[in-house]
Nanobody
């Protein structure tokens, strides 16, 4: 199995920045995808950004140009740099790991953007 530990959430004013980190440990496959989802109160969980082994990425349309996902394969860590934050970005952010056999979630970290 793969364990994920997230850090970096918090409270920030609109227009500010935050950086989330997620470190993976355990039975990590050479070929995997890591990324971030979020869930706001009363809404479904949605994909925010993900990065594949070849460093190609996918982003939610509403965060394109503001968020950047990156990974450090040597540290088995994925990052989400969030800039120009908006109140609608407020949610619990979950790290996700996926390979052909297994999928794992982090415990979630709260991001709150005040107006």
């Amino acid at each position: 199995q793969v364990q994920l530990v997230e850090s970096g959430g918090g409270l920030v004013q609109a227009g500010g920045s935050l950086r989330l980190s997620c470190a993976a440990s355990g039975s990590i496959s050479i070929i995997n995808t890591m990324g971030w989802y979020r869930q706001a109160p009363g809404k479904e969980r949605e994909l925010v950004a993900r990065i594949f082994n070849g460093d190609s990425t996918n982003y939610l349309d509403s965060v394109k140009g503001r968020f950047t996902v990156s990974r450090d394969n040597a540290k088995n860590t994925v990052y989400l740099q969030m800039s120009s934050l908006k109140p609608e970005d407020t949610a619990v952010y979950y790290c996700n790991y996926a390979d052909r056999n297994f999928r794992s979630w982090g415990q979630g970290t709260q991001v709150t953007v005040s107006s």
